[in-house]
């Protein structure tokens, strides 16, 4: 039979908070708002760019549409560069491949700044599908991407925040929680499985063929 995985991208797959809080801070200086704490910075990866500025920030929808345009402008052209895989990705993308799981991505993270990052590190050659919104998407709610993203009859999916697991159940499949990537502690505690490392998520998969869905 058949298995998917489907990983998230954000604190998952990639370390990309330093890129992006750098292109929150420009974005908030640019439209004038309040400079935020480091803490509240963290909850901007994950969710979309816009359920962050407007909500996270505080700012309203207009102000909130500026800071986003400015963010991605800062964010394409530099600060994108400043993420990296996670140690063992590599390592276990291969392996999965290798045994044979269909691969996939369901990510918040704009399709072109997730493609940008899969080309740098040779990464697109392992998934099937590469789910991810365009410029004009707006929503947070994860669990149609993550529909859109199986590749097989039997799916779970990989992430690190309450967004992944809110949208993996919304779509009808269980959820692997990374504790390394930038969940809020106690916001996990809905995951039906944890893994603390890459090479855990190998294991759960070989092992717990009943988190498949």
Known sequence: MKYGIIFDMDGTLFDTGEGIKASARYALNAVGAPPMAEDKLNLFIGPSLYHSFSVTAGLNEETALKAVEAYRERYFAHDVYLSH?????????????RLGYGISIASSKPLVMVEKLLEKYDYAKYFSKVIAPDYAHKSNDKSGMVQRAKTAELNLMVGDTVYDIDG?????????????????????????????????????????KDLFA
Do not use: C, Q, W
């Open 85 to 97: 895989p996670y140690d063992g990705i590599s390592e276990m993308l291969i392996e999965l491949t």
């Open 168 to 208: 993996a159940h919304g779509a009808g499949i269980k959820v692997v929680a990374v504790t390394y990537g930038y969940g809020v502690n106690g916001t996990l505690a809905a995951a039906d499985a944890f893994a603390a490392s890459p090479a855990e998520i190998i294991t759960i998969a070989n092992t717990r």
